[in-house]
């Protein structure tokens, strides 16, 4: 958004405005969708005088506004914003140029059965590290990567790299399952269907063993392209899961319309359940609602004793978080799981 300054109420009056009109839910096909609100603003001219120095500043401070919290924010663009832009263009190079895939590094947090307390799988989670930018946090590059098209690529290394990993400690653990997030860019891929056979075939793990994350964004396509893919998906035998529930696009919908085997609350609920009534109810509730659909669940976000034990208690069948464990580096994650065989 670029502005003229004709003063600071002219500008907040039109961006609280605008706010109120674009967070509230819109119905979009029988559906309700709740597509949050955005912004970043420079003016002209104190931010630039020509309309490519003002389009670049206020997408660094869109960029500020997305990537903080909480939802539905604004920022105008200030100086410190100026590295913001530069940053995003190496990234993008580094991207270009095959660096980033030689630096990057699988980290895999545990998912942890409610009932035994045991590891029985665990979730693979991208790990960038460069000598010139430092660590670069997953929603920085991969949000450069699905914006440049690089997803695609991206999205298929990772999943080999996890496919092949879960194979090796396969032979420690035969049960263990290895779930993987896909960009719903991957998703509409057209050879996403080979990209996930090729991965099964070359590390040579039953598909059951391997459980795709989506989130509810995915389901805003709402076409048949999307629910033919995902059923072409679960006919595989790989187990679909949807990642992030309650937080953005939720519908109920999306239940019973999809063919999902797990549901994973999102850590905004869990955190905070023995704080707040409400979010104990909804959890509960929804817990409920996916066990009788035939639906796992997932809760993420797990930091307290008490909150373990509330869930035990609602029926959830897997926890992951931080009281068990942060993102483990391969060999770490290796030695956990030789410690649970001789417990």
């Not at 961006?15 to 912004?39: H, N, T």
């Not at 994350?213 to 709402?222: D, F, H, W």
Request: with cysteine; hydrophobic share 40%.
């Amino acid at each position: 958004m670029v502005l003229h300054q004709n003063g600071d109420d002219y500008l907040l009056a039109l961006l609280e405005q605008l706010r109120s009109l674009l967070s509230q839910p819109l119905k979009l096909k029988g559906q309700i969708v709740d597509c949050g609100f955005y912004a970043g603003v420079s003016l002209f001219p104190v931010d630039g005088i020509n309309i490519e120095q003002l389009h670049q500043r206020a997408l660094s401070a869109l960029h500020r506004a997305y990537t903080e919290t909480p939802r539905n924010r604004y920022y105008f663009y200030d100086n410190s914003m100026e590295g913001l832009a530069s940053r995003r263009l190496k990234i993008a190079a580094l991207l270009n140029t095959g660096q980033m895939l030689e630096e990057l590094e699988l980290h895999y947090q545990p998912l942890v059965c409610t009932k035994s307390g045991e590891t029985v799988g665990c979730e693979a989670l991208a790990r960038w590290q460069n000598d010139e930018l430092g660590f670069i946090p997953p929603p920085e590059f991969i949000s450069v990567a699905e914006k440049n098209g690089q997803i695609i690529e991206l999205g298929e290394l990772i999943l080999q790299r996890a496919c092949l990993q879960l194979k090796e400690w396969q032979k420690i653990e035969p049960q263990l399952q290895m779930s993987v997030n896909i960009s719903p860019l991957q998703v509409m891929d057209t050879d996403f269907i080979s990209v996930i056979k090729n991965a099964l075939q070359l590390s040579g793990i039953s598909p059951g063993s391997l459980k795709l994350e989506v989130t509810e964004q995915l389901m805003l396509q709402s076409n048949n392209d999307v629910l033919n893919k995902l059923n072409a998906i679960k006919q595989l035998g790989v187990q679909l899961v949807i990642d992030d529930f309650g937080v953005g696009y939720a519908s109920l919908n999306y239940l019973c319309g999809y063919p999902f085997e797990v549901l994973k609350i999102d850590q905004s609920f869990i955190r905070n359940i023995t704080q707040e009534e409400s979010l104990y109810t909804l959890t509960a509730t929804i817990t409920e609602l996916a066990h009788s659909l035939g639906l796992k669940v997932v809760a993420e976000g797990v930091e307290t004793e008490e909150i373990a034990m509330l869930l035990q208690q609602m029926g959830c069948d897997l926890m992951q978080g931080y009281l068990f464990s942060r993102p483990l580096p391969a060999d770490a994650f290796l030695e956990r799981l030789k410690g649970q065989g001789q417990s």
